[in-house]
Nanobody, 121 residues
Framework: QVQLVESGGGFVQAGGSLRLSCTAS????????MAWYRQGPGKEREMVAQ???????TYADSVKGRFTIFRDNAKNTVALQMNSLKPEDTAVYYC???????????????WGQGTQVTVSS
């Protein structure tokens, strides 16, 4: 089956930077939209950024101008560069991919296990 694995989370001071990375593996024909979500303490999971196969991006208003999402289709990876981090960014960050397992199948969503990001004031 398909697996998504995130890495790069950690503890940083406000104003600092982190880069998250996610790699998809398994039986993969193609990956359509990829995205990063996050879930802070006591909050619902929310979309942070997403990127289509050819590079079109969308960002949540709360992170626009600070975060950048990018992908490498040849390596089945997606990354999130996070700059000017704020305490409000503290959350578990999850990778999501809309993936086809064959040329003839419709895509479906897969989730990573999550990586913790903690920003101190």
């Amino acid at each position: 089956q398909v697996q998504l694995v995130e890495s790069g989370g950690g503890f940083v001071q406000a104003g600092g930077s982190l880069r998250l990375s996610c790699t998809a593996s398994g039986i993969i024909s193609s990956i359509d939209v990829m995205a990063w979500y996050r879930q802070g303490p006591g909050k619902e999971r929310e979309m942070v950024a997403q990127i289509q196969r050819l590079g079109m991006t969308t960002y949540a208003d709360s992170v626009k101008g600070r975060f950048t999402i990018f992908r490498d289709n040849a390596k089945n990876t997606v990354a999130l560069q996070m700059n000017s981090l704020k305490p409000e960014d503290t959350a578990v960050y999850y990778c999501n991919g809309n993936i086809r397992t064959s040329q003839f199948s419709l895509p479906k969503g897969y989730w990573g296990q999550g990586t913790q990001v903690t920003v101190s004031s």
